[in-house]
């Protein structure tokens, strides 16, 4: 991922979906190109939260916040109407 994307950035709610030991390994030394930082508007997390997974709610929030050029999920039904918009494939 590193190599198609640079560094990552994360939410917490993602890293702490991280269970499986070999993905956890990796995570871990991923550590120098993955931060993971917290959304600042927790009521667009609230609102997502209730038809989404925490973890993509956050993800969503984080990209918005960041005005990312890349949101990677793994379901592509889960992007607001507006991001599959401009989506150039689903993800």
Do not use: C, H
């Amino acid at each position: 991922m590193r190599l198609l994307f640079g560094n990552l950035v994360i939410p917490p709610a993602v890293q702490r979906e991280v269970q499986n030991p070999v993905a956890r390994a990796a995570l871990e030394q991923a550590a120098n190109w993955i931060t993971v930082q917290i959304p600042k508007d927790v009521l667009a997390v609230r609102l997502l939260d209730e038809t989404l997974d925490l973890g993509e709610s956050e993800a969503i929030v984080l990209a918005q916040q960041l005005s990312a050029t890349w949101l990677v999920v793994d379901e592509y039904a889960v992007l607001p109407q507006p991001m599959r918009d401009n989506s150039t494939a689903p993800g």
